[in-house]
């Protein structure tokens, strides 16, 4: 038989080891501290819901997808114009290439534009409503604005000027 004093030892002993190695899992600070490392600026998403996900300042990117079964697109675009779009043809091929000085130009207004803000998901309290309809993602550094291509959908005006730019660019497409 185990001596009571040897037993709370052990107990104790264990329910500190344990202590210890559950705190080597999270850091002190509540849940809206500030990350303690940030990933690269041009590409920083964060992901999350209803419009918490964001890219760096100056950067766009743009997530395709037709329907519920469709492959999904992305194209990823940098401050300076470079763009890179993966399956934007739906088979498969990553492509890329860049803006042209005009196009860096708008691309930038658009993303400065002091209404994109409230274009956002977010703000507009964005539900998807269509179904097979091709659903366009943009992420911005105010947040995720998405858009359907279904009739009647009121578009985001800034949001919109965004999508058309970068879909007469590059191979990415503003309708099904």
């Known amino acids: 038989m185990v001596p009571a004093f040897r037993f709370r030892l052990v107990s104790f002993s264990v329910a500190a080891l344990l202590a210890v190695s559950l705190a080597g ?30 890219v760096g300042k100056g950067t766009v990117s743009l997530l395709q997808k ?48 002091p209404r994109l803000p409230q274009e956002t998901d977010q703000a507009r309290q964005y539900r998807v409503t269509c179904i097979d309809a091709l659903t366009s993602s943009l992420l911005t550094s105010v947040g995720m604005i998405t858009t359907q291509d279904c009739p009647g959908e009121e ?22």
Not at 29 to 49: H, I, Y
Not at 160 to 173: C, D, F, G, K
Request: with cysteine; aromatic share 2%.
């Open 66 to 113: 037709l329907g519920s079964n469709g492959p999904l697109r992305t194209l990823n675009v940098e401050p300076d114009g470079r763009w890179e779009c993966v399956d934007c043809a739906g088979d498969g091929v990553t492509s890329s290439g860049a803006l042209g000085a005009e196009q860096v130009r708008r691309l930038q207004v658009l993303l400065d534009d």
């Open 155 to 176: 578009q985001p005006l800034v949001a919109y000027e965004i999508l058309l730019l970068l879909t007469q660019a590059t191979p990415a497409e503003p309708t099904a």
């Open 25 to 54: 899992c999270t850091r002190p600070g509540n849940a809206d501290d500030e990350p303690t490392s940030r990933p690269a600026e041009s590409m920083a998403v964060q992901p999350g819901l209803g419009g918490a996900a964001t």
